[in-house]
């Protein structure tokens, strides 16, 4: 089986400009995660979604920031515009879950570099 | 204070030795734990979970879990330079629906 999909897998971009990372969860599983990670603050948990629903979006650092699950099989993080401190490198995880929050299964990660 | 506290290391062990990473947390309504390990370059990737109390093998690793002192450990027996890597300790509150990542301990298996 396929894993978690994210795409693309590096972004360059200017400040100021829209990105747009893409994630396809693992097929059956209900809930997905976006992260943030870098040295300085390590993985940061943004969003999470539950059943294509927004469960706990503290863990998005402002409004330039956003993400949506349209259905089970794709999810969108959105940044605009983007700013040279959201440089970073971006994970989706998903997982099955049970009631509650069980072993999360992650892509391989955007790579994002604002200029 | 954080949810899920780890040290940073780097903590170098001769190969063949045995590798001890600790985390503590701070909730004691955690009630499940996991280890991943993530090489430089790439995602976390699953190599442990543990749910109850006390020791957990599989191969060369072992879980340990004490929620009375609130703290998790992985062994890493006849450490291999291939685990050099950054383990990250993760806690899951299941009545808030949170689950939590350390910072991470990174080690240095030197051959």
Known sequence: DAGVIQSPRHEVTEMGQEVTLRCKPISGHNSLFWYRQTMMRGLELLIYFNNNVPIDDSGMPEDRFSAKMPNASFSTLKIQPSEPRDSAVYFCASSYDRGYIDTQYFGPGTRLTVL | ?111
Not at chain 2, 64 to 73: D, G, I, R, T
């Open chain 2, 1 to 111: 204070q954080k949810e899920v506290e780890q040290n940073s290391g780097p903590l170098s062990v001769p190969e063949g030795a045995i590798a001890s990473l600790n985390c503590t947390y701070s909730d004691r309504g955690s009630q499940s734990f996991f280890w991943y390990r993530q090489y430089s370059g790439k995602s976390p990737e699953l190599i442990m979970s543990i749910y109850s109390n006390g020791d957990k093998e599989d191969g060369r690793f072992t879980a340990q879990l004490n929620k009375a002192s609130q703290y998790v450990s992985l062994l890493i027996r006849d450490s291999q330079p291939s685990d050099s890597a950054t383990y990250l300790c993760a806690v899951s509150l299941y009545n808030f629906n949170k689950f939590y990542f350390g910072s991470g301990t990174k080690l240095n298996v030197k051959p």
